[in-house]
């Protein structure tokens, strides 16, 4: 049986760059107060030693653990099949890499696990959470809040309305919507129908303001609530449908749920644009290169609203209890039109 290789210790670099243990660590850990002919000696020593910095050791010099926690408040069957989340889960995770950080992702199935997740941020595991995809019901703010970890949210909270300090990151939806809703106007369409999100979130409750910004007092009939998903598409358009069947524009809340809305118009024998034009919101690529017609919608630069939320965090835990807080940021929409409408 061959003999385990030994890792290369702290002590090991030291001797080998000529300098003492302590200068090691502060090279290492990223402290100051170390001449640069001194730090290029140790570099070279732990790249040719192939030195691994303790990660437990490295925690309690820095008190940092350089994790960070990324909740989403959705069961894993919505998060593995809405493309949104994967966009910005990748613009979190390429900020986080960029900045040697690890991502811990959190999921709550049901109410049953706030606590586990709310335990887990409170024990010192990580060093901040990034939250989005939250309910107005939600716990789980508060129970955040009790971790006392630095947070940045996905969306703006719906209790964000200065009573709390809250730091986020979202797109103009209320802006977008109106500009969808104006298109399908402008397109010469009178019986505009709007198909919500789930109006318990705060970007679902500002796209239906902004649907009624430009609509003013529409014939209720005409606003149906679904879900964003794809079945809750297929389903509100099928309601509508019955409901009010001289309808000739829909701004649907995402992609998916306009993509649902078409099968239906199609099942039906609708066309689209000619008989009735649909815009969606979001832009994912691989929702609308499945549609047919092509999909008009509203773009949000969900890859870069991650990576953001990822930076005002670092900005947070770099910059430590007496700098600034972040401010939050509303990215602008941009209508992209295609076939649909």
Not at 41 to 55: D, K
Not at 94 to 105: G, S, Y
Not at 121 to 143: I, M, Q
Request: hydrophobic letters at 40%; aromatic letters at 4%; glycine letters at 10%.
């Amino acid at each position: 049986m061959s003999e385990a290789v030994s890792r290369p210790t702290l002590e090991a670099v030291a001797a080998r760059a000529g300098v003492s243990r302590a200068t090691v660590s502060r090279v290492v850990n990223g402290g100051d107060g170390v001449r640069e002919p001194l730090v290029e000696r140790v570099r070279q020593a732990v790249a040719e030693l192939g030195y691994v910095p303790n990660q437990a050791a490295r925690s309690l010099v820095t008190r940092r653990h350089d994790a960070v926690a990324v909740v989403i408040a959705e069961p894993e069957t919505r998060i593995f099949t809405d493309p949104f989340f994967a966009l910005q889960l990748r613009g979190i995770s390429k900020e986080l890499t960029a900045h040697d950080n690890q991502l811990v992702l959190l999921l709550t199935e049901g109410r049953d696990d706030h606590a586990r997740v709310a335990r887990y941020l409170a024990g010192g595991h990580v060093d901040g959470a990034l939250v989005f995809s939250l309910h107005l019901d939600d716990p789980l703010p508060g129970l955040i809040e009790g971790a006392k970890i630095p947070t940045v949210f996905g969306g703006r909270p719906g209790w964000s309305d200065g009573s709390k300090d809250a730091v986020y990151v979202d797109c103009d939806n209320r802006g977008g919507a109106r500009d969808a809703v104006r298109h399908l106007a402008g397109l010469g369409r009178t019986r505009i129908a709007h198909i919500t999100g789930p109006l318990d979130q705060t970007s679902a409750a500002d796209r239906l303001d902004g649907y009624r910004d430009v609509m003013g007092e529409a014939d209720p009939r005409l606003i149906v609530a679904s879900d964003f998903t794809p079945t809750g598409g297929e389903r509100a358009m099928a309601e509508l449908l019955d409901r009010c069947p001289d309808v000739d524009g829909v701004f649907a809340a995402n992609d998916l749920t306009a993509l649902g809305a078409l099968r239906v118009l199609r099942e039906r024998g609708r066309r689209v644009p000619e008989d009735v034009a649909v815009i969606g919101f979001d832009d994912v690529l691989p929702v609308t290169e499945q549609t047919a017609p092509s999909l008009t919608t509203v773009r949000q630069d969900i890859e870069e609203m991650g990576r953001l939320m990822a930076r005002l965090l670092l900005r947070t835990l770099t910059g430590g209890v007496s700098a600034p807080a972040p401010s939050s940021v509303v990215l602008p929409t941009t209508l992209v039109r295609r076939a649909s409408a």
